[in-house]
């Protein structure tokens, strides 16, 4: 869950943390304790993580309630882990940790989301909706049961397909001129 993200890569925010497991592994990575936001709803474990990881900002709340908590600057996050089941959420408040997480992260932020489910455990409406896509990461079969992880990210802006298409047609127009004019395939 961590080997694709990086200290350099910002702060991060830990949805569903629990006993702090991956929490270690960030730490191990090298990341800072201050620079670590642990969203757990858990009173139990809310109260552990505090105790494990004194530096971290730990907050006892419920993730669906992200952007009101108003928890960092827009943009200014570098990677969102989850832990969350999203499977058992509504998709109102699927919605709303996935659109307030889009909206502290920094536009090349990933999502990363771990999950026992064989599929993406978010409907693609949600995913169409938010313009988001949902990559496959990671598998282990050594976890029971096994487990799985994606990465959410934000779709490409449209208008930059349009400027690729755009350069494609070029591309191909100056090819074809350089046909016509004897210039090329000799
Ligand atoms: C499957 S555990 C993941 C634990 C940890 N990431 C790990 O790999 O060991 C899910 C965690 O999400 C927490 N959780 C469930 N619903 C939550 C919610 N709505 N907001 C915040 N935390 C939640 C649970 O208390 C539990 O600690």
Not at 69 to 82: E, I, N, Q, R, Y
Not at 156 to 180: C, I, K, W
Request: proline share 8%.
């Amino acid at each position: 869950m961590t080997r694709n993200i990086a200290p350099d890569s910002g702060p991060v925010i830990e949805l569903g943390p629990g006993t702090g497991v991956i929490t270690y592994k960030l730490l191990e990575k090298g990341f800072r304790q201050q620079d670590l936001t642990l969203v757990e709803s858990g009173a139990d474990f809310a109260r552990l993580l505090q105790i494990r990881f004194p530096g971290a900002r730990v907050l006892w709340m419920d993730a669906a309630r992200l952007r009101t908590a108003d928890l960092a600057d827009d943009g200014s996050v570098g990677s969102v882990l989850s832990g969350l089941p999203l499977l058992t959420m509504s998709p109102k408040n699927v919605m709303s940790i996935l659109k307030a997480a889009f909206r502290y992260m920094r536009p090349t932020g990933g999502f990363y989301q771990l999950t026992y489910c064989p599929v993406v455990p978010i409907a693609k409406p949600i995913l169409d909706r938010l313009g988001l896509t949902a990559t496959l990461v990671g598998r282990t079969m050594r976890n029971l049961p096994p487990a799985a992880l994606y990465r959410l990210a934000r779709q490409p802006p449209p208008r930059a397909s349009a400027q690729a298409e755009l350069d494609d047609v070029r591309t191909a127009g100056s090819v074809h001129r350089n046909r016509n004019d004897g210039l090329v395939d000799r």
